[in-house]
């Protein structure tokens, strides 16, 4: 098993689209990989935190995609 934060930012990696931008909730993205929201949530927050990314509502916009591929790796 990957580590959940390994997961969701190759999850994240394969569904945004060109501008950078995933259109999905945490509670869509957590039953896509198999946790729960809060966990997905925490670790969006975190990626926020390290400027990766930019949360809205329904939206999150991939900042720093090369941080995201070297987690993912």
């Known amino acids: 098993f990957d580590r959940t934060d390994r ?7 394969a569904h945004r689209d ?4 995933v259109s999905a909730t945490h509670e869509t ?11 997905v949530s925490r670790l969006l927050g ?5 400027k990766a990314v930019a949360l809205g509502r329904g939206r999150i916009d ?7 591929q070297s987690l993912s790796e």
Not at 29 to 37: D, K, N, Y
């Open 29 to 39: 993205i957590a039953t896509e990989l198999g946790t729960v929201r809060e966990v």
């Open 46 to 50: 975190e990626f926020r935190n390290k």
């Open 18 to 21: 060109p501008k950078g931008r």
């Open 62 to 68: 991939i900042l720093a995609p090369a941080f995201l």
């Open 7 to 13: 997961r969701l930012a190759a999850w994240l990696l």
